[in-house]
T-cell receptor
Framework: GEDVEQSLFLSVREGDSSVINCTYT??????LYWYKQEPGAGLQLLTY?????DMKQDQRLTVLLNKKDKHLSLRIADTQTGDSAIYFC???????????FGKGTRLSVIA | ETGVTQTPRHLVMGMTNKKSLKCEQH?????MYWYKQSAKKPLELMFV???????ENNSVPSRFSPECPNSSHLFLHLHTLQPEDSALYLC?????????????FGNGTRLTVT
């Protein structure tokens, strides 16, 4: 497809794990990113993964990359109410063109 | 993060007004961007200034006019806007290079056109 695809909504209970999925477009994309947007704010870089990796862990965050299926996921362990936000995945296509973003997944954490 | 600052945070303007949005980056980056964020739509890249060259999205109406006087400052001049231009306008910067060059965003200007 031509668009970076994400589910629009995800709801989880506090303390559970959240998994946000993304399908990107270009199998030759070099870097893939996850951004977080809280209400009234811009996008904050959360983490990234290089295309030659299949997993990256950073504290409560785990990024999994399946290049064959062009599938990226972000797992948040022990989800907290402060994790409620919109999460965007983004890819850098070949040629260092500007990032291409998905529509974002709104994560709601229920106490 | 205060690396990219945008002013004003909120702006209400009539369709006949002229206003400007301002962005400043303190990260030493060599590229700056304007994005438009509307509800239920993907982030729309409007303009890029990269290594002092301007790259634009041809679908952006001429009522939006960017200006980049130097690598740290970026403006978006607005005139005769339409109500559908109401959105969050985000500025970002990056260091253009081979490899990892993520965007760093400001907190945006919430624009309402009445």
């Amino acid at each position: 497809g031509e668009d970076v695809e994400q589910s629009l909504f995800l709801s989880v209970r506090e303390g559970d794990s959240s998994v946000i999925n993304c399908t990107y477009t270009d199998s030759s994309s070099t870097y893939l990113y996850w951004y977080k947007q809280e209400p009234g704010a811009g996008l904050q870089l959360l983490t990234y993964i290089f295309s030659n990796m299949d997993m990256k862990q950073d504290q409560r965050l785990t990024v999994l990359l399946n290049k064959k299926d062009k599938h990226l996921s972000l797992r948040i362990a022990d989800t907290q109410t402060g994790d409620s936000a919109i999460y965007f995945c983004a890819e850098v296509k070949a040629g260092n063109t500007p990032l291409v973003f998905g529509k974002g997944t709104r994560l709601s954490v229920i106490a | 993060e205060t690396g990219v600052t945008q002013t004003p945070r909120h702006l209400v303007m009539g369709m006949t007004n002229k206003k400007s949005l301002k962005c400043e980056q303190h990260l030493g980056h060599n590229a700056m961007y304007w994005y438009k964020q509307s509800a239920k739509k993907p982030l729309e890249l409007m303009f890029v200034y990269s290594l002092e060259e301007r790259v634009e999205n041809n679908s952006v109406p001429s009522r939006f006019s960017p200006e980049c006087p130097n690598s740290s400052h970026l403006f978006l001049h607005l005139h005769t806007l339409q109500p559908e231009d109401s959105a969050l306008y985000l500025c970002a910067s990056s260091q253009v290079r081979e490899g990892n060059s993520p965007l760093h965003f400001g907190n945006g200007t919430r624009l309402t056109v009445t």
